[in-house]
């Protein structure tokens, strides 16, 4: 079962959501309000490959021509993504703790409802841990790919 969320987070996540949406200078997908937590969706989350249904994704904008994304991710209480090794991109990532916590290996640092975290490229994290459900928001930026190794500005 989803974790609720409190009026107050939800508009705090949509005005993240709206703000990072303004920001792309190429078009994402668009949709009017819908909650992706309620369980009319569902049937739209979809089991991460290899994480024995500890781990579900709903993809809530794309940009087909960058690559650009905006998704959701549920861990389930008890999931653990060592299987899936650390990991690292090319791009830089946004990432919101919406609800639960998260262990992440590589800083040794639970996070919790609220913490945020911009990556650059080349950053590594994890892998994860969670005790209770938890659910991330992550805004990937494929379309800013770096040279691994040099600077990004």
Not at 28 to 38: H, I
Request: hydrophobic share 35%.
């Amino acid at each position: 079962m989803p974790l609720p969320l409190l009026e107050k987070e939800r508009n705090y996540l949509w005005c993240i959501l709206v703000a990072l949406n303004d920001a792309i200078t190429m078009p994402k997908t668009t949709a009017s309000y819908w909650n992706t937590l309620s369980p009319g969706y569902s049937d739209q989350w979809i089991v991460v490959e290899g994480s024995e249904g500890m781990m579900t994704q709903i993809t809530l904008a794309m940009d087909e021509a960058t690559g650009d994304y905006t998704r959701l991710t549920r861990f389930s209480a008890g999931a653990d993504t060592s299987s899936f090794g650390s990991q690292v991109h090319d791009y830089p990532e946004e990432i919101y703790i919406i609800a639960g916590r998260l262990y992440d290996q590589a800083f040794d640092l639970w996070l919790e409802m609220g913490h945020y975290a911009s990556r650059p490229p080349g950053e590594v994290h994890g892998p994860f841990i969670t005790e209770t459900e938890c659910i991330v928001l992550e805004c990937s930026y494929p379309s800013q790919k770096a040279i691994l190794g040099r600077p990004t500005h």
